[in-house]
């Protein structure tokens, strides 16, 4: 197994983030889902503007029930991307699980702006 793991952080160390990502991925259709959140916590630490590390960085991180770590996941994505409506819904979706109706209702409010062909942030 020790040489199992030191060959993975090995390989991984080479790989872009977007092979890094794509890993994570099969990690999360296959069930692993802590790995799937090393990889993708992988990806944003290589490139933190990684919009689509941090949106699945963020989902992951609720599927495991660590809400308040989603929450930040979520926020960073909506940063890079205010006018993103998953990311909106997706926070939503992690305040929500996290019991924080008031910020869920906000973000979810955003999300529905954007549905309706609004902007968040002018660009």
């Avoid at 030191?6 to 990502?21: D, G, K, N, R, Y």
């Avoid at 296959?30 to 699945?56: M, N, Q, T």
């Avoid at 992951?60 to 940063?79: C, D, S």
């Avoid at 990311?87 to 209702?105: D, H, M, P, Q, V």
């Amino acid at each position: 197994m020790l040489i199992r793991v030191h060959s993975w952080f090995a390989l991984v160390a080479q790989m872009t983030p977007e092979e890094i990502f794509d890993d994570a991925n099969g990690d999360l259709a296959v069930g692993e889902l802590e790995s799937a959140v090393e990889k993708y916590r992988r990806c944003v630490e290589i490139d933190p503007e990684f919009f689509d590390g941090w949106h699945a960085f963020g989902m992951a991180l609720m599927k495991v029930g660590r809400f308040a770590e989603a929450i930040e996941a979520g926020n960073k994505a909506t940063e890079l991307r205010p006018n993103d409506q998953i990311a909106w819904t997706s926070l939503s979706l992690f305040y929500n699980r996290a019991g924080n109706i008031k910020e869920a209702e906000a973000a979810g409010a955003k999300a529905k702006v954007l549905s309706w062909g609004g902007k968040i942030v002018k660009e």
